[in-house]
Nanobody, 123 residues
Framework: QVQLVESGGGLVQAGGSLRLSCAAS????????MGWFRQAPGKEREFIAG????????YVVESVKGRFTISRDNAKNMVYLQMNSLKPEDTAVYYC????????????????WGQGTQVTVSS
């Protein structure tokens, strides 16, 4: 069983930065595609960034492009989301997820989820 634990969330002013981390245990992390999702109050959970098993391919959605960067360290079983130039609309619970097959943007394709970490951006 794969376990994912996010950390690094918190309260930050608009324009600030946060680095989210996701620690994986169990399974074979280095073979999984990983994604970051977020869910704002009253909204559906949305995909924001993904990375393939090797880290050689990454994708971020348009709304965070140029501000957020996803990366991974397979030696440490970690995936990261560097968030810069944060905006109030980035306020949400952020989740990391693992896909044992291939990188995708649909939450239904992901097999394992963390519990989420709250990010709050004040204006």
């Amino acid at each position: 069983q794969v376990q994912l634990v996010e950390s690094g969330g918190g309260l930050v002013q608009a324009g600030g930065s946060l680095r989210l981390s996701c620690a994986a245990s169990g399974g074979t992390f280095s073979s999984y595609a990983m994604g970051w999702f977020r869910q704002a109050p009253g909204k559906e959970r949305e995909f924001i960034a993904g990375i393939n098993w090797s880290g050689g391919y990454t994708y971020v959605v348009e709304s965070v492009k140029g501000r957020f960067t996803i990366s991974r360290d397979n030696a440490k079983n970690m995936v990261y989301l560097q968030m810069n130039s944060l905006k109030p609309e980035d306020t949400a619970v952020y989740y990391c997820a693992a896909d044992v097959e291939e990188l995708g943007s649909s939450e239904y394709g992901y097999d394992y989820w963390g519990q989420g970490t709250q990010v709050t951006v004040s204006s």
